[in-house]
Nanobody
Framework: QLKFVESGGGLVQPGGSLRLSCAAS????????IGWFRQVPGKERKGVSC????????NYDDSVKGRFTISRDNSGNTVYLQMNSLKPEDTAVYYC?????????WGQGTQVTVSS
């Protein structure tokens, strides 16, 4: 079983940067593909990026390609999301996620607000 704690969100001006962290507790963290999702009120949670377990293959939604970078530190049980050139439409609650054995794990989320 995994538990996630996201951090690093906040208020930033358009064009600014933030680095989100997703700290995981539980066994075999390095066995899981980890994803970042985001959600705005009234809309479905949407995938932003993910990183595979052992070979660090990454994938990005088209809306963030070239601006966001996902990475992981398996020794520290943490996944990061570096967000650059932020836009107002990036405003959302950001969650990390893993799926294993029919179970889906979510953190509590961290709010990112991009506004001048």
């Amino acid at each position: 079983q995994l538990k996630f704690v996201e951090s690093g969100g906040g208020l930033v001006q358009p064009g600014g940067s933030l680095r989100l962290s997703c700290a995981a507790s539980g066994s075999s963290f390095d066995h899981y593909t980890i994803g970042w999702f985001r959600q705005v009120p009234g809309k479905e949670r949407k995938g932003v990026s993910c990183i595979s377990s052992h070979d660090d293959l990454t994938n990005y939604d088209d809306s963030v390609k070239g601006r966001f970078t996902i990475s992981r530190d398996n020794s520290g049980n943490t996944v990061y999301l570096q967000m650059n050139s932020l836009k107002p439409e990036d405003t959302a609650v950001y969650y990390c996620n893993a799926v294993s054995g029919g179970n889906t794990y979510w953190g509590q989320g961290t709010q990112v607000t991009v506004s001048s």
